[in-house]
């Protein structure tokens, strides 16, 4: 959208220009822990198992979503700062 070169940038023209962003981040986020309650509802034993010595798969998965989500929030941020700089 052209922008009148008086105009300034107004907060919610970053918040609109980041959605596809976060959408996309969201959709991730929700794939990662959907995979881990559909191995969880098709194999239930699978997750009791020993993964790490005798730490069990389930806690593991658990570990590494938080992890994940961690992760992904950082990248967001990064990207969404860099995006949103004139």
């Given at each position: ?41 098709a ?12 730490v ?27 995006s949103?700089?004139?």
């Amino acid at each position: 959208r052209l922008m009148h070169p008086e105009r300034k940038l107004h907060p919610d023209d970053r918040v609109v220009g980041n959605l596809a962003l976060r959408f996309g981040f969201a959709a991730l986020a929700v794939a990662a822990i959907g995979a881990v309650v559909a191995l969880g509802a098709a194999s239930p034993q699978a997750l009791t198992r020993a993964a790490i010595g005798p730490v069990p798969l389930s806690l593991v998965l658990a570990a590494a979503l938080i992890v994940f989500a961690v992760a992904l929030t950082g990248l967001y941020v990064v990207l969404a700062n860099r995006s949103a700089r004139p």
